[in-house]
């Protein structure tokens, strides 16, 4: 008898925590988990671009603004090599992979042609954007950024950036979204602390 009246009461008890959930809108909330599915436009901090046989962590990302178009560089690091993914929508999709170079001196305002290594670069596009910034994103701290993008033979590019005086040239080239694998990554930097 006991145990009968014990199952009972536990019946009773379950049906009363049923219906006080459905009163209130349902089951228990779970939280929402960030999407795992990666392109060129949503690539997030710790993320893993892997390119050229190589994993590249995303440790930073500059979103650049001009008349209302917007376009995105991210910082991608393997060890103590660096690049910039850079990442365009206009009616296509334009991404270019880029490294910083040293060796080519510019002054002033760059001129339409450049020789650099035996290549020439067409200026193609310049103009002024505001920045946003999100992680390690180097020495780039200034409100805005004038820019001069130049196309060079083939898929070549390179891209002179004025951040306040200091000048960035980076050369590459263009590459198809689909020469990339995206992978999500933890969300923290990996090399900061380096």
């Not at 049906?15 to 990666?38: A, D, M, Y």
């Not at 390119?51 to 209302?68: M, S």
């Amino acid at each position: 008898m006991l145990v009968f009246l014990g199952f009972t009461i536990l019946v009773l008890i379950a049906g009363f925590i049923v219906l006080q959930q459905r009163q209130l809108g349902g089951s228990i909330p779970t939280p929402e988990l960030p999407s795992l599915h990666r392109n060129v436009f949503s690539l997030q901090i710790g993320d893993i671009v892997q390119y050229d046989l190589r994993d590249w962590i995303v440790e930073g990302k500059l979103i650049y603004t001009e008349a209302g178009f917007s376009w995105f560089e991210y910082l991608v690091q393997d060890g103590d090599d660096i690049r910039w993914l850079s990442v365009s929508e206009d009616d296509t999709v334009d991404v270019s992979w880029l490294q910083t170079v040293t060796d080519l001196e510019i002054s002033g305002t760059p001129p339409k042609t450049i020789d650099y290594n035996g290549v020439t670069y067409t200026q193609e596009d310049n103009g002024v954007a505001s920045m946003k910034r999100i992680g390690t994103v180097q020495h780039k701290r200034a409100e805005s950024c004038r820019y001069y993008d130049y196309e060079g033979p083939g898929r070549l590019v390179m891209s002179i950036e004025n951040w306040d005086g200091d000048i960035e040239v980076s050369i590459g080239q263009s590459i198809r979204p689909s020469e990339l694998t995206l992978l999500p990554g933890s969300g923290e930097t990996v090399y900061r602390d380096r």
